[in-house]
């Protein structure tokens, strides 16, 4: 047994140095190291934090997190949806170094809900949800980037929530784009949404990255432009610290305030990030999934753990919270990635050109990184979706679309919520609608009627076998055949005997067949739900 786990591990390791998988995860790393450094620097500056402490948070989210995790495709870092929560945190507790240590304790949280298996939430999540959750990504990708693409960087490139936080809301800062646009910065989004979408059908030159391609484009425009009416401004341009040394690279580091650990505070902030870091983690992953052309499935459990060991590395170095993120993972798949390789090595390139071509990167013109972003949110967000989404009938289609719309108007997690409650809505009806199946037969001036209930037979079946019961005429046999039940919930069973009991007043004779007075829950199998926990 002990050789067979030695050999299986061995296994593991060496897929993700294969060449025919490290051929598709290296161009990916670039793809999503470009996706990730902008987003890492806007989130950090919407967050009220320091920028650095962004790039320390896709640093880890890409290596720590990277080689702990079970997912192959998910990119972790800082996240959109926890903006308003580390910049009320800090503002709360009243520093940086204080706020530090809550996300610490929030990696401790993180860890203990993935040691008592809480990330078997994540099955929990309908499908029509997470695609309507997906496809709200991609519109929301494609309406905030537009005013980015169109050289109008009022609000920072991460940003999610449809009111942002210069005062604009989602439309209206498109239509503020469309009045103060930049040429330069369009002739460079245009391009680059051109090379975006043909270079990969050249299969003799697509070797290089076309989101690379772009890059090297944007940065040669923007020199071209820099004596012309095209001239970009520095806030069209990616703004990633310049470090002078060793030392003042140290410097930029910050380190947790342990002394607050019983300020009470700082263990609500905790909690908090902790809970909302989950849940978006488990709803990325589950995204991420989704999406995977090998359809791999993530262990939840081990994820959370992943999260925990982040989190407390990221608030040890001054970092920001991180999640699973649905928008540099959506990049990875997009790229071509195979192996959680990409993740890792993203990382390094992050960490890499901080330390060694900062002034390099700060060429990078925002509008050619937004032109990347515009065409992931098509992906995610294609009318062939909708379509497939449409002919898997209403029951799919409304809580897709309610999901999709709550997402743009609100944030990620309150319109899942609104999604949840629309598919828990159908599920209670579905669920009403299909607990048995019944026979009439006549027999001269007598009807019988042969109920038969279904393998699994919930609370949620209890109301539409007491409407099928009640509306039982007089003077009727009725047999309630169980043979089929594994499971019969005792609310039921208490409906059913009532009815027993009762029917002789309206000359029904009620007849029951294998069905027992007690019922326990139908136990897995042991191996299956070790691999469920794992």
Not at 463 to 473: F, R, Y
Not at 503 to 513: F, N, Q, W
């Amino acid at each position: 047994m002990e050789n067979n786990n030695s050999t299986s591990s061995r296994f593991e390791v060496k897929k993700y140095i294969l060449k025919k998988n490290l051929k598709r995860d290296l161009p990916s790393s670039v793809v999503v190291f470009l996706v990730a450094l902008p987003l890492c620097l806007g989130i950090a500056l919407a967050s009220g934090a320091p920028l650095f402490a962004g790039l320390i948070a896709g640093i880890v989210g890409g290596i720590v997190v990277g080689f702990v995790s079970g997912s192959q495709l998910s990119v972790s870092g800082p996240a959109a949806g926890l903006t308003v929560i580390v910049l009320g945190g800090i503002a709360q507790l009243g520093s940086y170094q204080t706020f530090l240590l809550a996300l610490v304790l929030a990696g401790v949280f993180q860890l203990v809900l993935g040691l008592i298996k809480a990330g078997t939430i994540g099955n929990y999540f309908p499908s029509s949800v997470i695609e309507g959750m997906l496809a709200a990504i991609g519109l929301i990708l494609i309406l905030k980037q537009l005013p980015h693409a169109l050289g109008v960087d009022s609000d920072f490139l991460g940003d999610e929530e449809f009111f942002q936080g210069d005062k604009e809301n989602t439309f209206s800062a498109i239509g503020n784009a469309l009045s103060h646009f930049s040429l330069g910065a369009i002739v460079i989004s245009l391009l680059s949404i051109l090379i975006l979408i043909f270079w990969p059908k050249i299969k003799k030159v697509n070797v290089v990255p076309a989101p690379l391609l772009v890059v090297i484009l944007g940065v040669g425009l923007s020199l071209a432009f820099q004596q012309t009416d095209y001239a970009l401004r520095a806030e069209q341009m990616v703004n990633i610290p310049i470090v002078n040394g060793w030392g003042e690279f140290l410097g930029l580091f910050n380190t947790p305030n342990f002394s607050a650990i019983g300020n009470k505070e700082v263990w609500i902030v905790a909690g908090t990030i902790a809970i909302v870091a989950s849940l978006e983690t488990l709803l990325g992953v589950e995204a991420v999934d989704k999406i995977d052309p090998i359809k791999r499935v993530t262990p939840t459990n081990r994820e959370l753990l992943a999260q925990g060991v982040g989190n407390i590395t990221s608030g040890m170095l001054g970092g920001l919270p991180m999640t699973s993120v649905i928008v540099r993972s959506s990049a990875n798949v997009n790229s071509g990635a195979r192996t959680k390789m990409s993740s890792i090595i993203h990382g390094c390139w992050l960490l890499l050109s901080l330390l060694f071509i900062p002034g390099l990167i700060n060429m990078i013109p925002l509008a050619c990184l937004a032109a990347i972003l515009l065409v992931t949110g098509y992906k995610l967000t294609r009318i062939s979706l909708f379509k497939h989404m449409y002919h898997k009938g209403w029951d799919q289609f409304l809580p897709f679309v309610i999901t999709v719309v709550a997402v743009v108007f609100t944030d990620l997690l309150k319109g899942v919520a609104v999604g949840m409650l629309f598919s828990i809505f159908y599920l209670l009806r579905t669920n009403m609608r299909n607990p048995y199946f019944y026979k009439i037969q006549e027999e001269g001036n007598k009807k019988n009627i042969r109920i038969k209930l279904a393998e699994e037979v919930s609370f949620l079946n209890k109301a539409a076998i007491q409407v099928l019961l009640t509306g039982i005429p007089n003077e009727t046999n009725v047999i309630i055949d169980g043979s089929n039940s594994r499971y019969i919930d005792p609310d039921v069973l208490e409906t059913i005997f009532n009815y027993k009991h009762n029917a002789y007043t309206k000359g029904i004779i009620v007849t029951l067949e294998h069905i027992r007075s007690h019922y326990t829950v139908p136990k897995l199998n042991k191996n299956i739900v070790e691999e469920i926990n794992n």
